[in-house]
T-cell receptor, first 113, second 116 residues
Framework: GQQLNQSPQSMFIQEGEDVSMNCTSSSIFNTWLWYKQDPGEGPVLLIALYKAGELTSNGRLTAQFGTTRKDSFLNISASIPSDVGIYFCAGRRINNAGNMLTFGGGTRLMVKP | GAVVSQHPSRVICKSGTSVKIECRSLDFQATTMFWYRQFPKQSLMLMATSNEGSKATYEQGVEKDKFLINHASLTLSTLTVTSAHPEDSSFYIC????????????FGDGTRLSIL
């Protein structure tokens, strides 16, 4: 199935560093979502973006909905060990029956204490 | 709010067994539920969309007779993997959403299916 282009695929950083990841698409989305998945668990919603250009924060997390509606980024500031996990972006189109999502390939984040 | 419960969390069974996985929305009515499959180190791949009271819509390449979906109530959808084989071993995840709203999908904790 279709996937969004998410990069980087993995990151290994030092605790305290900032992290940035992004997703791009050739198609327009009306909503961008960012999820985090821990091993053996389902994805947990971090941030939802509903308007082009929207910049939203959730604690140390900041995400933006690109003005072209074809991209989004997620920043994590001052990373901590519990930030370890896989981060997925997901796009949603308003005319999709049933609120379907298209997922990025994921960014695996590893944090060294 | 928006809690989705999935059961069981892990299943190990012999080849040829049929396995049923339940997905429940605990504090909201989910007119639509989704079933995903995730292989190791890969993203979530949508298998089917389940609407309450109607037949599920399957994605291309997903066998509807192999993966039976029932969404009999606004809080429960089930996925049955019939006559499971080792290649069906995977992480199955459900999600739920209220139709017509802006609310994003909320996911269950997944079911790790291992077929011996």
């Amino acid at each position: 199935g279709q996937q969004l282009n998410q990069s980087p695929q993995s990151m290994f950083i030092q605790e305290g560093e900032d992290v940035s990841m992004n997703c791009t698409s050739s198609s327009i989305f009306n909503t961008w979502l960012w999820y985090k998945q821990d091993p053996g668990e389902g994805p947990v919603l971090l941030i939802a973006l509903y308007k082009a250009g929207e910049l939203t924060s959730n604690g140390r997390l900041t995400a933006q909905f690109g003005t072209t509606r074809k991209d989004s980024f997620l920043n994590i500031s001052a990373s901590i060990p519990s930030d370890v996990g896989i981060y997925f972006c997901a796009g949603r189109r308003i005319n999709n029956a049933g609120n379907m999502l298209t997922f990025g390939g994921g960014t695996r984040l590893m944090v060294k204490p | 709010g928006a809690v989705v419960s999935q059961h069981p969390s892990r299943v190990i069974c012999k080849s040829g067994t049929s396995v049923k996985i339940e997905c429940r929305s605990l504090d909201f009515q989910a007119t639509t539920m989704f079933w995903y499959r995730q292989f190791p180190k890969q993203s979530l791949m949508l298998m089917a969309t389940s609407n309450e009271g109607s037949k599920a819509t399957y994605e291309q390449g997903v066998e509807k007779d192999k993966f039976l979906i029932n969404h009999a109530s606004l809080t429960l959808s089930t996925l049955t993997v019939t006559s499971a084989h080792p290649e069906d071993s995977s992480f199955y995840i459900c999600s739920a959403v209220v139709m017509g709203g802006e609310q994003p999908q909320h996911f269950g904790d997944g079911t790790r299916l291992s077929i011996l």
